[in-house]
């Protein structure tokens, strides 16, 4: 046995060595699989172990215990033949419990385990199955199978597969542990993300900011909310920005068309039905009020449920439970309720085609959504949405929109179905277009195709429509920001990198760019539109190009055209009328 126990101790060493050189490899990154982690551990490891006689075993598996009492997870597998992951629960979960070994010489004649119908579902003869411990937590257990009648496991083979399920214990702690803060790290970056903006709401109008200031304030309570607006204004998309910043924002969001079901399929669409509860119910079915738990049920068209339905909508919201059709016993839930309409609730109130009571339980926290010719002024940022988001799917891409062009679309009145109605009608005139920006002529045959009155010529002084210039100040501070680039400024920086240096180089070279884009990328109609010289446009927009070329890398000009946000061959055409120093060859290998 020495000699074998020597053999024993020289795997051991080896597997040791060869899973601290694979740790060294290993890459933090965003996209980390714990899976494959394990099945490098185990696959490294089962590669050398050889059993008793120096059998290999014929399927071997780490089975990982979550610290919240989750059911058991397969984190690896490793088999001579195939991707088989099937275990015995039994086995292991007496391991788990126990946190000591369990040998199963012959699995089909241990009277422990006769009753277990995973060993004789699997064919199995003999099994071992060791807890991976760590600082006396049981993390998993190492299980591994033979299904070779004349090579049975031994009580030697127990201790030897304890010894190594010690060697991998570091590294499969160190695996979760990793996971567990990647996972933590992207929470906490999204909910980040969420809570600093309304995501898909686009409108910079006077309008949309009271809209955006109540949504974020309905997010953070926990009242019925009752949007109401036109057909393709974006009740849906406001019902789902409030639920992202809310605290059920990693629950279910369930969405109910009230309009387009009949009565009886949208009672059992919100509160589920029983089998045989009517003909083809065939199985029992959770309804959306069930599948929303913890989360947000979004009910479309509110205005359009029956009586009846608004009824038990009214016993719901008072109550907090259900009933599934077919069934005599409640359930409660705990669900936050959206309602969305494009009537006007309170004339149906009077007209009594809407229950009263209903009305003010739904009614707790309204907001309404102004149509297009309300919030003109948003036209043109929706407009520049939409071409970037359709616009690249064109060969060759459309990246942006004429004037002229520009002109005809903000003086319609979209009031057929609001944004929906002017998204299609641009992904339509991407579709049509001949060049790399939508023109006049392309939206012209656009109405054409669409069969819409064909607006006369619009002059380009018209592009935008009249807007009210607030009084006071034209620039909304973050105090919050601006400390925190306090904060991270070095007290031995120099000028220029001092705040004042660096906010007023970043505004007036964004302030530019912008003037610049609203006027084609012409410089001198940029100057006039800002009130400056052409000289002080062009030093400092020279200054703030600079300023981004160096901090990006002097061979990375594509990701400094992003974070300026101009066409990288308008970068290139600027980068020479402006004199900077940057090889056409640099350009290309960036």
Not at 326 to 348: F, I, P, Y
Not at 444 to 473: C, K, S, Y
Not at 493 to 515: D, H, N
Request: hydrophobic share 40%.
């Amino acid at each position: 046995m020495a000699k074998l126990d020597y053999r024993r101790r020289a795997v051991l060493s080896r597997i040791h060595k060869t899973l601290d050189e694979f740790y060294l490899r290993q890459e933090v990154d965003w996209n980390y699989d714990i899976r494959k982690i394990l099945d490098a551990i185990l696959k490294s490891a089962m590669e050398e172990l050889e059993f008793g006689e120096g059998r290999s075993i014929d399927h071997a598996l780490i089975i990982i215990q979550r610290e919240s009492g989750e059911a058991l997870e397969v984190g690896a597998g490793w088999k001579v033949d195939g991707e088989d992951k099937a275990f015995s629960r039994t086995i292991v979960e007496e391991t788990l419990n126990s946190g000591k070994p369990v040998l199963c010489e012959n699995a089909r004649h241990d009277p422990r385990f006769e009753k277990a119908k995973s060993i004789q579902s699997l064919e199995i003869l003999s099994l071992l199955s060791v807890p991976i411990e760590s600082d006396t937590r049981v993390l998993g257990a190492l299980y591994v199978e033979r299904r070779d009648a004349t090579h049975l496991f031994t009580t030697e083979d127990r201790e030897f597969l304890g010894t190594f399920a010690v060697t991998i214990a570091p590294y499969v702690k160190t695996a979760l542990i990793h996971q567990k803060h990647v996972v933590e790290i992207q929470a906490l970056k999204e909910r980040t993300a969420k809570t600093a903006t309304l995501p898909d709401i686009i409108g910079e109008s006077a309008a949309m900011q009271k809209i955006t200031d109540l949504a974020r304030v309905a997010a953070g309570i926990e009242r019925t909310v009752l949007i109401t607006g036109e057909s393709g204004c974006g009740k849906e998309l406001l019902a789902r920005a409030i639920h992202a910043q809310s605290r059920r924002m990693d629950q279910p969001f369930i969405v109910v068309d009230c309009s387009a079901l009949s009565e009886s399929l949208l009672e059992s669409e919100l509160f589920g039905h029983v089998k045989g509860s009517f003909t083809g119910a065939v199985g029992d079915k959770s309804g959306a009020f069930e599948q929303a738990s913890g989360g947000t049920l979004f009910l479309d068209e509110i205005s359009d449920a029956s009586k009846s339905m608004q009824q038990q909508l009214r016993r719901v919201l008072q109550e907090g439970e259900i009933r599934r059709v077919g069934e005599s016993t409640h359930r409660k839930v705990d669900v936050r309720v959206v309602c969305a309409t494009n009537r006007d609730l309170e004339e149906e109130v009077d007209a009594g085609r809407f229950i009263h009571d209903l009305f003010h339980r739904i009614h707790q926290f309204p907001i309404r959504i102004p149509p297009l010719r309300e919030r003109k002024e948003d036209l043109p940022l929706l407009i520049d949405h939409f071409i970037a988001s359709a616009g690249v799917r064109k060969n060759p891409p459309v990246r942006g929109i004429e004037t002229e062009a520009l002109a005809q679309l903000v003086v319609r009145d979209w009031e057929a179905n609001n944004v929906r109605e002017l998204e299609n009608f641009v992904k339509l005139a991407i579709d049509l277009t001949e060049g790399d920006r939508l023109d006049a002529h392309a939206v012209r045959r656009t109405f054409e195709v669409r069969g819409d009155p064909i607006p006369i010529d619009i002059p380009a002084e018209a592009t935008m429509p009249p807007l009210e210039v607030p009084d006071g100040d034209s620039l909304v501070i973050d105090p919050g920001h601006v400390r925190s680039i306090f904060i991270a400024t070095d007290d031995k920086a120099p000028k220029e990198g001092k705040p004042y240096y660096r906010v007023q180089r970043e505004f007036s070279g964004k302030l530019i760019i912008e003037a610049l884009r609203f006027q084609d990328w012409k410089l001198r109609p940029a100057a006039r539109l800002l009130g400056i010289s052409p000289v002080k446009l062009r030093q400092d927009l020279k200054a703030w190009i600079e300023f981004a070329l160096l901090e990006g890398g002097a061979r990375n000009v594509s990701a400094v055209a992003s974070r300026l946000d101009i066409p990288l061959e308008t970068l290139s055409r600027k980068l020479a009328d402006l004199g900077i120093d940057f090889s056409t060859e640099e350009m290309g290998d960036a």
